[in-house]
């Protein structure tokens, strides 16, 4: 009998799933497939005798991703059977495994890039700051759960800074500076959903990029007119790209290079696009990272503005989905996750579509559900595994 009631309280729960927001995501999927193969089929070379021969397998990227889309699936269908109101009561427990994983990847992590940020377990290889951040998103909605009608003044911020800040510097010194303001967006917006004065978050916001602004300058123009260095805490390359963008054109054949082949990319797309499989930034290899960091320049050169607002109204359906789901769910907590969701997904389009076009620095912020990388997809289908979870219980069953 007890078999029975669980197999019918599953079959209704299922009834409730956000069809709109699977839909959405499949759409966006497949249509990243699309343009993976599109940014790296290999180019077509002449062979000896004068016929076309390809230079590698033209799926090998779609294969790998299309393993990582059935593995985020498969962790997205997980989710939807744990009752997301018991992750509550194992935050301490999921916060002390979160900055292990951090911790274990300074020290054991394997580095490209000049960053270390993966970790390689037999022929799998991933990256912990990614799973980082629906972890703390866990664990942030339940801290601030316990904090509702307390976070009217700035000494009550202070511990949530702190909490958000310990996991934060694990990530900072990995170097992983895009994904560290990705926990600082998340911070800011569930901050907002619990309560906090908005004047109060606007003035910090505000404050803390006037500050990081005129730190930037006096580092940079003491280093250029006196022997006298002020420390700052990000790299040399790290703190180019933080400031090619205003003006690429300064350091062309370097780190401006990556900012202005994007711009020419989607210049050339126009209203319409050149065409699938016809961008020339794209298959000429001017483009950079074309897969993953400037997957949405491939959009823009070959598919036009008609294509770019076709995905970004994808994106803004799924967000609105998370904001709905949030307001509508049954307590503090599964609101919390929304929005945190929310303001994850928010941030990575805004920084990712604002990079190619020149109006972002360049963080290294993937598109989310789109950009090629297993991590990444992993750790996005499981937030809105957790979500489709919360949308599923926001109403108890009665019998």
Known sequence: MKEVFEVFKQSRLLKKLDFTLI??????????????????????????AGTQVSSGDPLSFVKRQFFNILCGLAAMGFMLYIHYEDLAKHVKLFYILNLIMLATVIFFGNSAMGATRWISIGPFRFQ???????????????????????LNRLRDLIPCFAYIGLPMLLILKQPDLGT???????????????????????????????LASLWIWSHLWFKAHSSFNIW??????????????????????????????????????GFLGRGLFQGS???????????????????????GFVGAVVLLLLFFIIIYRCIFIGVNAKDNFGY???????????????????????????TGLPLPMFSYGGSSMITNLIALGLLLNINMRRQKILF
Not at 281 to 303: A, C, K, R, Y
């Open 281 to 303: 930034q794209t298959h000429g290899n001017f483009l950079p990272i074309q897969e993953t960091d400037f997957i949405f320049s491939v959009v823009g050169e070959e598919l």
């Open 128 to 150: 912990p700051s990614e799973f980082s951040k629906i972890i703390i998103i866990i664990c942030f909605a339940a801290f601030l759960a316990q904090r509702n009608e307390r």
């Open 23 to 48: 839909i959405t995501v499949i759409m966006i999927m497949l249509f990243s497939m699309i343009i993976i193969y599109s940014a790296t089929k290999p180019a077509e070379l002449l062979s000896a």
């Open 232 to 269: 700052i805490p990000l790299k040399p390359y790290q703190l180019e790209r933080l400031i090619i963008f205003v003006n690429p054109w300064q350091d062309w054949h370097g780190d401006g290079y990556h900012v202005i082949q994007s711009q020419i990319a989607v210049g050339q797309g």
């Open 180 to 210: 560290s303001l990705v926990f600082m967006a998340i911070m800011f917006g569930m901050l907002f959903a619990a309560g906090a004065r908005p004047m109060l978050l606007a003035g910090l916001i505000t404050g803390g990029l006037s």
């Open 336 to 362: 919390l996750i929304s929005v945190g969701v929310a303001s994850m997904i928010t941030f990575h389009v805004l920084v990712n579509v604002g990079m190619t076009i020149g109006i972002m620095p360049v």
